[in-house]
């Protein structure tokens, strides 16, 4: 494995962390907007 490989698979995984604690994020607060309803 050559070192652009790495630096493109480095960058496909710190992307795709912050796209999943993104979208958890955005469920959490899409969920307390249901749950809560109008407070």
């Known amino acids: 494995m050559n070192s ?8 496909a995984v710190y992307v795709a962390t912050y796209a999943v604690l993104f979208g958890y ?12 309803g109008e407070d």
Do not use: C, F, M
């Open 4 to 11: 652009s490989s790495l630096g493109i698979y480095v960058t």
């Open 25 to 36: 994020a955005a469920y959490l607060l899409w969920r307390n907007s249901e749950v809560g």
